[in-house]
Every structure is written in C-alpha cells, then in structure tokens.
C-alpha cells in the first residue's frame, strides 16, 4: 500500500526551539512527509529534510507578499509536483497564507495552532498582522481542521470565531525512551529554567523568586537555558549572585542532561503586553519525562502540561513569593520531589507519547481526506 503524503509548512525551517516540527515529521507512520519553508533559519534538527521555495537566502519583500497573497507561482508548481493528500501548515497565520493554494489545488488543509498565532492582539501599524487579519476568514471558512495544543487554546480560538466542530484540541508530544527516570530526590537543589529570556516566560518572576529561596536555601542552583532580550538582566544577576549559572542557548540533548540533573524545573509563563500566552510548554512535559517534577502557571495552557501537587505545582506567575514557597517545598523535601517525579514520568508516558498522538493526528488526517474524498 502506497503511503498517503502530508506537506507540512512552516515559513522558516527550522529554527533550533522548534523541536515539535521537527518531531512532527519525524514520527508519521502511515504517511509520507514533504517539509516546506520559504527560507532556511539554520541547519538545525538535520535529519530532517526539507525543501526551502528560497534556498538561497530571505525571499524578496515581493515574493513574500506575493506569497501571503495566494500568488506564489514556486508554491503552486511544488504543489503540482508533491500532489499531497493533505497540507498540514504550523501557526495560524501560515495556514492563512496557505488557504487559497490548498483550495485551489482541492487539498485540505490542517493548521495547528500554538500559542502567540491565536492569542496577541494583532498591530494595527504591522501589514504582516493587517493582511493576515484579511486572510483569517479566509481560514476559517476553508480549513479542514484548525488543532490548537491545548484546551486553554481552543477557547480562545472558539472566542475568536473558530467553528467548534472544526477546532479539536490535539496536545504535542514528545519521543520517549525506555530509560528509568531520574530521582529527582537524589539531585542537588537545583532549579532550571530553560525557554526564552522575555518576559512571557516569567524568568523575571524566576530570578526574583530565586533570591527568596536563597534567604532559606544559600545551597540552591539556577540554572538558566536559553536566549532572548532579557540575557542582560540575567547576566547581571549572575554577577551578583553566582548561584545562577546561564548555559545560553543549548541543544535539545544539552537542554535534557541539564534537567535531568535538577531538583525541579519551572516555566512560569505569563500573558505578555501584546496579549502573547503560552499555548501548553512542551518544555514541562520534557523535563517531567525525565522524573523531575515541574513549577508553572495555573494561567494558560501551561496548567494543563502538569498535574497540580501531583506531577508538580501550579502558582500565580506574578507572585515570586508563591514561586518560591513552591521551589522551597520541592528543595527542602527531596521525598516529595522524588515522588512527584516518578509521578510525572508516568503521567507523561501515559498521555504525551508522540508515538501514540502522531496516530491520533493521522486518524484525523484520514477523516478529513475521507470527508473530502466524499464530498467530491
């Protein structure tokens, strides 16, 4: 049996965080996977290939609009060419830019939404937002089905005029090993952060919250993975404090070696100035596949990545002092962060292996075809 072919779209590939488009193509099963781009934004996630409509550097301001407009002759003839079953674009505001090419070449087309493609507020002085905003009813009436990442998401998407019987939550996942989990008891007191340095992610609220639990803890750790805006204000608070150690920007296996060596991990999302809120954080979900429990928001879709005092904690991501009553209960009793951890690691394995979600996400795939294959 000849497998059926998916597209899957993303504008840039791939960037070093987007380890979920990487992960995507990497565990289809019963369809074969063609990954499109306009342009290359490094040579990360290697093994998987893709096809760039610009290989040669950023298309021209003319050809990204043409593209955002439906007029790209390069996206037509790879259209012709490939002849999918289905065109799975990555963000909202791809699946607009894709919408006339998928109706026009009768493919339907599969949009997962992430996070900041469905909750900012759109800039009314940003013709990339104006011309999407013009697109989005566009993708609305003709996508075949919109997967937001989270529950917290499609509400807001529901909100925003998304048709119900259209937008089906579908949680990410992640690979899983057959390694033990770590006991997260064992590991010196460490917390670590790992995600962007903006302030979305709260590492502002994680460095304030660190300097309380110093005052009961003077052997706890920071440690802080990543890159953004915010690496000054981090870098300053090194200086003064060297309990903070700042890796930067880290591969996928860097990131999960500095985990699995911590007491806890934390991403204490908050909604941003622009609206921006965490669609889920796969991040939790690595670090609790690892046996280490996690400290996150109880705003956004980040509460539904961990079990609250089971698998983890949930806390206001404004307030350090929550955020530091719950890394203190994690540092201060390693039988509870061992526990906990054990707990998450089964949590994860029963509801976020990739292997189980991408034949979840194939099933849907086939009913759209078979809806489509119906109806023609």
Same mark, same amino acid.
Not at 261 to 268: D, H
């Given at each position: 049996m000849i497998p059926r072919r998916a597209l899957v779209f993303t504008e840039t590939a791939l960037a070093l965080s987007e380890t979920f488009i990487a992960a995507h193509c990497r565990a289809l099963q019963g369809y074969d996977y063609t990954l499109i781009a306009l342009h290359s934004?490094?040579?990360? #996630?290697?093994?998987? +290939? $893709? #096809? =760039?409509?610009? +290989? #040669?550097? &950023? *298309?021209?301001?003319?050809? %990204? !609009?043409?593209? $955002? =407009?439906? =007029?790209? &002759? &390069?996206?037509?003839? !790879?259209?012709? %060419?490939?002849? @999918?079953d289905i065109i799975h674009a990555h963000y909202l505001t791809n699946g607009a830019f894709l919408a006339p090419y998928a109706k026009r070449h009768g493919i339907p087309l599969v949009v997962t939404a992430h996070g900041h493609d469905a909750t900012r507020v759109l800039r009314a002085n940003s013709a990339y937002d104006q011309l999407y905003r013009l697109q989005r009813a566009r993708l609305i009436r003709n996508a075949a089905l919109i997967l937001p990442v989270s529950n917290f998401l499609r509400e807001q998407l529901l909100a925003r005029g998304f048709p119900p019987t259209r937008t089906r939550t579908h949680y990410l996942g992640i690979p899983l090993t057959n390694d033990p989990p770590v006991d997260a008891g064992t590991n010196p007191p460490r917390i670590v952060f790992a995600g962007r340095l903006v302030a979305k992610k709260g590492i502002n609220t994680v460095l304030e919250a660190f300097a309380l639990v110093l005052r009961t803890n003077p052997d706890a750790e920071l440690h802080i993975v990543g890159d953004? @805006? !915010? %690496? *000054? =204000?981090?870098?300053? &608070?090194a200086i003064q404090t060297p309990r903070i150690i700042i890796h930067g920007a880290q591969s996928p296996e860097r990131t999960q070696q500095i985990m699995a060596s911590a007491r806890l991990a934390t991403l204490p999302s908050r909604p941003a100035q622009d609206g921006d809120v965490e669609g889920f954080g796969l991040v939790l979900i690595e670090a609790q596949a690892l046996g280490v429990p996690v400290v996150t928001s109880k705003t956004g879709g980040t509460a539904e990545a961990v079990v609250n005092g089971e698998t983890g904690f949930t806390v206001d991501p404004t307030s350090s002092a929550e955020l530091a009553q719950a890394f203190l209960e994690l540092i201060d009793n390693p039988a509870r962060a061992r526990s906990m951890g054990l707990t998450a690691h089964r949590f994860v394995r029963e509801n976020f292996d990739i292997r189980r979600q991408s034949l979840a996400l194939e099933q849907f795939y086939d009913k759209v075809i078979q809806t489509r294959e119906a109806a023609a």
């Amino acid at each position: 049996m000849i497998p059926r072919r998916a597209l899957v779209f993303t504008e840039t590939a791939l960037a070093l965080s987007e380890t979920f488009i990487a992960a995507h193509c990497r565990a289809l099963q019963g369809y074969d996977y063609t990954l499109i781009a306009l342009h290359s934004s490094g040579d990360n #996630h290697a093994d998987v +290939p $893709r #096809h =760039l409509i610009f +290989p #040669h550097g &950023r *298309p021209s301001a003319v050809s %990204r !609009l043409a593209f $955002r =407009l439906g =007029l790209s &002759r &390069r996206i037509d003839d !790879l259209i012709a %060419r490939i002849q @999918p079953d289905i065109i799975h674009a990555h963000y909202l505001t791809n699946g607009a830019f894709l919408a006339p090419y998928a109706k026009r070449h009768g493919i339907p087309l599969v949009v997962t939404a992430h996070g900041h493609d469905a909750t900012r507020v759109l800039r009314a002085n940003s013709a990339y937002d104006q011309l999407y905003r013009l697109q989005r009813a566009r993708l609305i009436r003709n996508a075949a089905l919109i997967l937001p990442v989270s529950n917290f998401l499609r509400e807001q998407l529901l909100a925003r005029g998304f048709p119900p019987t259209r937008t089906r939550t579908h949680y990410l996942g992640i690979p899983l090993t057959n390694d033990p989990p770590v006991d997260a008891g064992t590991n010196p007191p460490r917390i670590v952060f790992a995600g962007r340095l903006v302030a979305k992610k709260g590492i502002n609220t994680v460095l304030e919250a660190f300097a309380l639990v110093l005052r009961t803890n003077p052997d706890a750790e920071l440690h802080i993975v990543g890159d953004g @805006p !915010l %690496r *000054p =204000l981090v870098e300053a &608070r090194a200086i003064q404090t060297p309990r903070i150690i700042i890796h930067g920007a880290q591969s996928p296996e860097r990131t999960q070696q500095i985990m699995a060596s911590a007491r806890l991990a934390t991403l204490p999302s908050r909604p941003a100035q622009d609206g921006d809120v965490e669609g889920f954080g796969l991040v939790l979900i690595e670090a609790q596949a690892l046996g280490v429990p996690v400290v996150t928001s109880k705003t956004g879709g980040t509460a539904e990545a961990v079990v609250n005092g089971e698998t983890g904690f949930t806390v206001d991501p404004t307030s350090s002092a929550e955020l530091a009553q719950a890394f203190l209960e994690l540092i201060d009793n390693p039988a509870r962060a061992r526990s906990m951890g054990l707990t998450a690691h089964r949590f994860v394995r029963e509801n976020f292996d990739i292997r189980r979600q991408s034949l979840a996400l194939e099933q849907f795939y086939d009913k759209v075809i078979q809806t489509r294959e119906a109806a023609a």
